[in-house]
């Protein structure tokens, strides 16, 4: 049988011929075995470039995914089997068999939450040190620039995680991660992705695909926008344990899946008229927890999703109806809180990527023009960066200007590619450009720490 058993699963399960429940963001039948789940929409890049489906299946990613599925089968069949800690093959098994409780802590540190009463009264028992130490050792670590932001504290972030328990179970898969690589003995940042972690990556997508789905039958109205932002958070938290993890090409899924979900609430607006928007909730003067950690949220996939789109080229790039780049050109989300970037550069490196976009399909008639002017204005950002350097008071405000630097040099390096491959004309040298944007890096405190140059 060459064809496949499903024409509309994920295409993980089309290359097994298996029949596929079609969960969304993930379907059950590849998180349960620890398969890669390639999604509903956008075939992976390795697919792009084959003439046929049984080229597809013949090829070394096809086999390699059906043997990874067969070794699992064979895994669960062994009763007996006791594999160490670290040990990549242990598969998570049926959510049945994950029913023991996870120990909680009894002592919380107060002074991350806003509630005055009991924390939550929910359906699980979250281990509140795990929490603690997220936000007291990860957070600071990803979103390092966060104190530059205006919000006074984080307690809004607590009190998101834990009234959320697939919410909790992601930045919980993310403290073992963690907890494990440093227990290990690594400092480079690579971390073993633990029977735990497995088990709290699939708890998090298990309890991510019920609120997408309601989501999807929902009528358009505050109370999805802030249920589509938990939705948001858990899919980029489960990127980052991917990351981390080292799973090539599985955050990618998980990013455009949150962009999906953002999709989604545009359309149900679009469609029932409704006045309110994301850029409403995010410009009210008295924010809730929900609208803060929307802010939060969208502004890290909006900065996570501008690099992918430079980085991945058009194999990434679809159309979506949810435009971010009016909250950032009115200041309504800060992508400097984030990666201490600010919000006019990366607005051009996204507008390098479209001007690169509409030059792939020959819309761009006066795409000399564009580059000249977008080179003009990258430039003039380069020299704003730089004479603000003495305003700086603090050491994160000074890592904060090498950051803008080095994202603007990278912008303009970025259109000089773009320009060389649509055959334009330059009015920079691209080496000198690498040569500055190479010193910028070097520059940001704690560089060479990260990235171990």
């Known amino acids: 049988m060459s064809g496949s058993r499903t024409k509309t699963g994920c295409w993980t399960c089309r290359l097994r011929r298996k029949k596929c429940d079609e969960n969304k963001p993930a379907c059950s039948n590849c998180t349960s075995r620890n398969l890669e789940c390639y999604g509903y929409d956008q075939k992976p890049a390795w697919m792009l470039g084959k003439e046929s489906w049984q080229q597809v299946l013949n090829s070394e990613e096809a086999r390699a995914i059906r043997n990874a599925a067969e070794r699992a089968y064979s895994r669960r069949r062994q009763k007996n089997i006791h594999a160490t800690p670290w040990s990549t093959g242990v598969i998570v098994q049926d959510v049945k068999e994950l029913g023991h409780p996870l120990h909680s802590s009894t002592i ?87 029977p735990e972690v497995r088990k709290s990556r699939l708890l998090a997508l298990q309890g991510l695909q019920p609120c997408i789905a309601e989501l999807q039958q929902q009528k358009a109205q505050t109370s999805s926008l802030l249920k589509a932002i938990h939705a948001v958070a858990i899919i980029l938290l489960l990127s980052s344990l991917e990351i981390y993890g080292e799973t090539e090409g599985t955050w990618e899924v998980h990013l455009n899946a949150a962009g999906t979900v953002l999709d989604l609430i545009k359309r149900q607006l679009v469609a029932s008229n409704n006045a309110s928007t994301i850029g409403d909730l995010l410009s009210d003067s008295t924010p809730s927890f929900e609208v803060r950690a929307l802010g939060f949220f969208v502004s890290t996939y909006v900065w996570t999703d501008i690099l992918a789109e430079a980085a991945h080229g058009a194999s990434y790039s679809k159309p979506r109806m949810f435009d971010y780049l009016p909250l950032l050109q009115n200041d309504a989300i800060d992508l400097r809180s984030i990666m201490g970037c600010r919000n006019s550069v990366m607005i051009a490196i996204k507008q390098v990527s479209l001007l690169f976009i509409s030059m792939r399909k020959g819309q761009e008639p006066e795409a000399p023009e564009r580059t000249k002017a977008l080179s003009l204005g990258i430039r003039h950002l380069i020299q704003e960066t730089a004479s603000v350097f003495t305003d700086a008071h603090t050491d994160l405000e000074v890592d904060s200007c090498w950051a803008t630097l080095l994202h603007a040099y990278a912008a303009l390096v970025y259109l000089q590619t773009v320009a060389a491959r649509g055959a334009l004309e330059s009015d920079f040298d691209i080496q000198e450009t690498s040569q500055d944007a190479w010193q910028a890096s070097t520059t940001i405190q704690g560089f060479e720490l990260w990235f171990g140059v």
Request: aromatic share 14%; charged share 15%; net charge negative.
């Open 108 to 194: 919380l540190d107060r002074t991350w939450s806003n509630c005055t009463q009991t924390i939550r009264d929910c359906n699980y028992t979250p281990n509140y040190q795990h929490v603690q130490t997220f936000l007291d050792v990860i957070f600071p670590l990803q979103w390092g620039f966060f104190t530059l932001c205006k919000q006074p504290d984080r307690r809004w972030l607590f009190d998101t995680i834990i009234a959320s328990e697939p919410m909790y179970h992601a930045s919980s898969g993310l403290c073992i991660s963690f907890e494990t690589g440093v227990k290990a003995g690594f400092t480079n940042g690579t971390c073993h992705v633990t």
